[in-house]
């Protein structure tokens, strides 16, 4: 059911109730609002309720969403009646699940309190004198206890320190002609879902909430890492170890209150993607590896939705627009054969400055504002390279490939990007060899070196020979593939499975993984 | 014999050291060239997981190539 919504109709606390049960729960606890028979002394015969519907539903289900992150329950809603109502109907209803009980009280009061002190609704009161007035709930109440105990403004806009408060204020960008008032009606109708809210999809998060786009969504499922912080402020130590997608949402709605942020704290996958991007105009993809970006280029051409792809490498930047044209290249189209993650570049960490990923992230965010204002922008698709160190930036023109077919796109789930029966867990490479598998060592000659004390290894063939052309290695043998944390050797295993090698595995962890179990 | 104007990115650059030459060369296409200067260089990269862009126009691996031409060997790159 919708987290907030309102009825015409008598409340039907049943079926609301139904739609809360959730086998993980064990508590529900709800409240009832009636309409009683007196208010500041009056004796009242019946009530009239009135709401700026639209406004009111997204504040409505703000304050839902903020009581479902806030007590962590799992479920909670809230309806609320309009029109004419006789004494004893019930005006409203709040329902939360949860866990344990202490929690679905807490969030059920939260909800209930602040629906009362912020959104806005308009009762009339019908006094039994013939009298009649109207109160307008929203604020007329005292400042709920929820903003006192934690001396925060839950409120639709802010306060700043002299208390006053403050509507968004987006002159500056309605002030350009191609914006206008009516572009600006447009952000708040659009609606963008980030992939990945690291060093691209922090400065792209931020822009469009800023900005005042209706709805933004963000999907990531790692947590805050203390090596993230140089190219990520949207974090800080405080929140190392804390969901990134979680800290990102608080922060973007204290940025912009009248931005709709929704979260998805989990990594993309095909079983996810595709349901998540129905609901949104368009998508930006900020992941870092070619599996989630390939994932979200076909769930964009598939659902005809256009897609703003960046990634970053040291000092350098690549900027690809998908449009849902006839004549539109995809990121297949350009890369027929998906990268895989771990062959380009090697283990180490290649390194970045964060004013890189966000000099993208910000082309990014321009690309999206671009799209949803209806500016032409660009022509031609290109794919769009950027040297921050040398300040170049060139536009490749790309074209549509024909052997591509975007008509029947569908997210099938690549086979061999399964890794389960890939990689194998040894303790030892005596082991290893005792089950017949021969060692193949896919490091560089350099590493070997600097690694240290050479394991007992049948063969040694550096990843570079072997993605060339693997015949040092006969396809009907049964391979162990081992290099240093294990990353090249299972994306070269998973390489070698698709051409032609049946028994070929990685050593999970690698190298390193075997001297840490000493 | 043609002048052929080349750059290079991420790992390429890294790889070769600079991120652009000019190189007198007889290679008729993108493959041969290709093929050339990874020998010179010792790129690891195949030329199966690289786009090569003749003139700012991604083209085939053996569109043919012209005395002034500007090519660029573009990997994929995912950092994000």
Known sequence: ??????????????????ALVDPSCGGYASFEGWVRDHNEGRRVERLEYESFAALAVREGERIVAEAVEKYGVRRAACVHRIGDLALGEMAVWVGVSAPHRGEAFAACRYIIDEVKHRVPIWKKEHYVDGDSGWVNCERCAQPSEHTREHGHSGRHHDESADGRTHAPDYSRQVALPEVGVEGQAKLRRGSVLVIGAGGLGVPVLQYLTAAGVGRVGIADGDVVEASNLHRQPLY?????????????????????????????AERASASNIAEWLERYDLVVDCSDNFATKFLVNDAAVSLGKPAVFASV?????????????????????????????????????????????ATLGAMQAMQALKILLGLAG??????????????????????????????????????????????????????????????VDIREAWERVADGPEP??????????????????????????????????????????????????????????????? | MKRIHLQYFAVLREQAGRSEETLDTSAANPADLYDEVRTVHGFTLPRAMLRVAVNDEFRDWNASLASGDRVVFIPPVAGG
């Open chain 1, 378 to 439: 660009e022509a031609t698709p290109a794919l769009h390279t950027f040297d921050l160190l040398g300040m170049h930036w060139h536009t490749l023109k790309a074209a549509r490939n024909p052997a591509c077919d975007h008509a029947s796109r569908t997210l099938l789930r690549d086979a061999s990007l399964d890794v389960g029966e890939v990689e194998l867990h040894y303790t030892s490479l005596r082991a290893a060899r005792a089950s017949g598998l021969t060692l």
């Open chain 1, 313 to 357: 490498y040291q000092y350098e930047g690549q900027l690809q627009t998908y449009l849902p044209r006839e004549d539109w290249p995809c990121l297949r189209c350009l890369w027929p054969e998906a990268p895989r993650d771990g062959l380009v570049g090697n283990c180490a960490q290649a390194g970045v400055l964060g004013a890189v990923p």
């Open chain 1, 456 to 518: 007992p290894i049948d063969l040694h063939v550096p990843l570079s020979a072997l993605v060339e052309g693997a015949s040092a290695l006969p396809p009907e043998g049964r391979y162990l593939v081992v290099c240093a944390h294990g990353v090249r050797s299972l994306a070269l295993a998973e390489h070698l499975r698709t051409h032609g090698y049946t028994e070929v595995y990685s050593l999970a962890g690698g190298l390193a993984a075997l001297r840490n179990s000493v």
């Open chain 1, 236 to 264: 800080g130590p405080a929140d190392v170890g804390a969901g990134k997608a979680e800290v990102a949402a608080r922060r973007l709605r204290a940025l912009n209150p009248d931005v709709q942020v929704e979260l998805h």
């Open chain 1, 1 to 18: 059911m919708q987290a907030f919504s309102f009825s015409t109709a008598p409340l039907d606390t049943a079926a609301y109730r139904a």
